[in-house]
Structure formats: structure tokens, C-alpha cells
């Protein structure tokens, strides 16, 4: 989907009128189903995994950097 992102970078006001139902299903099509399956399934399952490690690790270095702040004081 470099096309895609390149529409969206290069167009983005006309991204809608580029990127037509008809055309995402063109440039999937070459694709087998299972790559398509497999695909939208780490669409749907990979960010909700993802994102406690980020949020857990953003919210350790924000409490550190805050309790050093608040130590230097």
C-alpha cells in the first residue's frame, strides 16, 4: 500500500477522491487471501497489545523525570 501513503503524504486533500473503494480493492487484489487475513488480523491485534508496553513505559520515565524534578527543588 506504498501508493497509499504516498497519496496521503503527496495529495492529502485529494486522498478521498483518489483513493475510491474500487482502487484499495484493485491494489489488494494481487494479494492472497491468507495475506489478507493475516494482515488485517495484526491491524486489529498488534496495536492493543502494543500499547500498554508504551504507555507503561512512557508513565515510568514521566514519574521518574517528575519525582527528580521534584527532588532537585
Same mark, same amino acid.
Given at each position: 500500500?506504498?501508493?497509499?501513503?504516498?497519496?496521503?503524504?503527496?495529495?492529502?486533500?485529494?486522498?478521498?477522491?483518489?483513493?475510491?473503494?474500487?482502487?484499495? /480493492?484493485?491494489? !489488494?487484489?494481487f494479494?492472497? /487471501?491468507?495475506?489478507? !487475513?493475516?494482515?488485517?488480523?495484526?491491524? !486489529?491485534?498488534?496495536?492493543?497489545?502494543?500499547?500498554?508496553?508504551?504507555?507503561? !513505559?512512557?508513565?515510568k520515565?514521566?514519574?521518574?523525570?517528575?519525582? /527528580?524534578?521534584?527532588?532537585?527543588?
Amino acid at each position: 500500500m506504498a501508493y497509499d501513503r504516498f497519496v496521503s503524504i503527496f495529495r492529502p486533500l485529494q486522498y478521498h477522491t483518489v483513493m475510491t473503494p474500487w482502487k484499495v /480493492k484493485q491494489l !489488494i487484489s494481487f494479494l492472497p /487471501k491468507e495475506v489478507n !487475513i493475516f494482515m488485517s488480523m495484526n491491524y !486489529i491485534l498488534i496495536p492493543p497489545l502494543l500499547h500498554p508496553i508504551v504507555y507503561g !513505559i512512557k508513565t515510568k520515565e514521566i514519574r521518574q523525570r517528575f519525582t /527528580k524534578a521534584i527532588r532537585s527543588m
